[in-house]
């Protein structure tokens, strides 16, 4: 088991995580440069019943490339997006590294929608690349 802590930037949302990682994951897709302003975001997957989260996250939904019902959870004070929630993965929650208190268990396994990542973003040649969302 793993535990680990974080919280929005005003720290009006905060979480808690006593649960296995299930991965770590570095996307590089269209949707996730976009929310997050940035060329990829890291995201550490969790069982949903291994987190607690205290205060009160606003959500936003929308569809992915995949096709999938994307659910992302954000502090509606300072706009940190936090978790996303995929309708194909039931029962697990993406978790935005960047929150993680705990910097040192921030291990990604896999780089993921590389077709659309910014070209001259670096990539660990030690981990394998998706073009999409693998299966």
Same mark, same amino acid.
């Given at each position: 088991?793993?535990? #680990? !802590?974080?919280?929005?930037?005003? +720290?009006?949302?905060?979480? =808690?995580?006593?649960? =296995?990682?299930?991965?770590?994951?570095?996307?590089?897709?269209? $949707?996730?440069?976009?929310?997050? +302003?940035?060329?990829?975001?890291? %995201?550490? #997957?969790?069982? =949903?019943?291994?987190?607690?989260?205290?205060?009160?996250?606003?959500?936003?939904?929308?569809?992915?490339?995949? +096709? !999938?019902? %994307?659910?992302?959870?954000?502090?509606? !004070?300072?706009?940190?997006?936090?978790?996303?929630?995929?309708?194909?993965?039931? +029962?697990?929650?993406?978790?935005?590294?960047?929150?993680?208190?705990?910097?040192?268990?921030?291990?990604?396994?896999?780089?993921?929608?590389? $077709?659309?990542?910014?070209? !001259?973003?670096? %990539? $660990? $040649?030690?981990?394998?690349?998706?073009?999409? %969302?693998?299966?």
């Amino acid at each position: 088991m793993t535990q #680990f !802590s974080g919280s929005c930037l005003c +720290g009006a949302v905060s979480y =808690e995580a006593d649960c =296995e990682l299930q991965r770590v994951v570095n996307c590089h897709c269209l $949707d996730c440069q976009k929310a997050t +302003g940035s060329v990829h975001t890291t %995201m550490v #997957f969790v069982p =949903e019943d291994g987190l607690k989260i205290k205060g009160y996250p606003s959500s936003y939904t929308h569809t992915a490339d995949s +096709g !999938s019902t %994307m659910t992302k959870r954000f502090c509606s !004070s300072c706009g940190t997006q936090l978790f996303s929630i995929n309708s194909r993965r039931a +029962g697990a929650v993406g978790i935005r590294a960047g929150t993680i208190s705990q910097k040192h268990i921030i291990t990604p396994q896999l780089n993921i929608f590389c $077709d659309s990542a910014v070209p !001259s973003t670096p %990539m $660990d $040649d030690r981990l394998p690349k998706y073009p999409k %969302m693998p299966g």
